[in-house]
T-cell receptor, first 112, second 114 residues
Framework: QKEVEQDPGPLSVPEGAIVSLNCTYS??????FMWYRQYSRKGPELLMY????GNKEDGRFTAQVDKSSKYISLFIRDSQPSDSATYLC????????????FGGGTRVLVKP | GAGVSQSPSNKVTEKGKDVELRCDPI?????LYWYRQSLGQGLEFLIY????????KSGLPSDRFSAERTGGSVSTLTIQRTQQEDSAVYLC????????????FGPGTRLLVL
């Protein structure tokens, strides 16, 4: 079983809808939680990062971490066709240095 | 400012040949990382540099893989005697020394081993 699990999708939503993405993990040592967006044939682009539990908001994006449930989420409000991409969650543990452990990614399609 | 750059963007090679992949990190970033992204395995960590030292090589899949970094800047990932299962996108990322949670990725090198 992988340390970080992520539904591969694809997740198809109409423009303007809320996109809800999530990851579960098994390693309780993870303290930093990141979300990356990756367009086809491009490198991952950092969207947000959160330390430990809690919520963080940045524009249309909200990240949530629930360490007690080992569950993280990313919400995208007012989705746009330009949000169509693969979204990757990533995590790191301080004792493991700066190595990131990624989920498999969820492909999102926002239809106009 | 300039982001992480990688070269070549694409590489096709024959099984058994050696390849070198290059990464130029963001100026001032002392930490550099190599990852590999393949269809079956997703995005996997390979190696991490802090300056010219590699404190974590735990992700290198075999002794055919090696990496070096000189002058605290450019890094080269070398794959010797390439195999078809080495076909993947090789991604480089960099960060400041104490901000490993904010790693910035390059566009990657697509390697195809025939």
């Amino acid at each position: 079983q992988k340390e970080v699990e992520q539904d591969p999708g694809p997740l198809s939503v109409p423009e303007g809808a809320i996109v809800s993405l999530n990851c579960t993990y098994s390693n309780s040592a993870f303290q930093y939680f990141m979300w990356y967006r990756q367009y086809s044939r491009k490198g991952p682009e950092l969207l947000m990062y959160t330390y430990s539990s809690g919520n963080k908001e940045d524009g249309r994006f909200t990240a949530q971490v629930d360490k007690s449930s080992k569950y993280i989420s990313l919400f995208i409000r007012d989705s746009q066709p330009s949000d169509s991409a693969t979204y990757l969650c990533a995590m790191s543990a301080p004792a493991a240095g700066n190595k990131l452990t990624f989920g498999g990614g969820t492909r999102v399609l926002v239809k106009p | 400012g300039a982001g992480v750059s990688q070269s070549p963007s694409n590489k096709v090679t024959e099984k058994g040949k050696d390849v070198e992949l290059r990464c130029d990190p963001i100026s001032g970033h002392t930490a550099l990382y190599w990852y590999r992204q393949s269809l079956g395995q997703g995005l996997e960590f390979l190696i991490y540099f802090q300056g010219n030292s590699a404190p974590d090589k735990s992700g290198l899949p075999s002794d055919r893989f090696s990496a070096e970094r000189t002058g605290g800047s450019v890094s080269t990932l070398t794959i010797q005697r390439t195999q078809q299962e080495d076909s993947a996108v090789y991604l480089c990322a960099s960060s400041t020394e104490w901000s490993g949670e904010t790693q910035y990725f390059g566009p990657g090198t697509r390697l195809l081993v025939l």
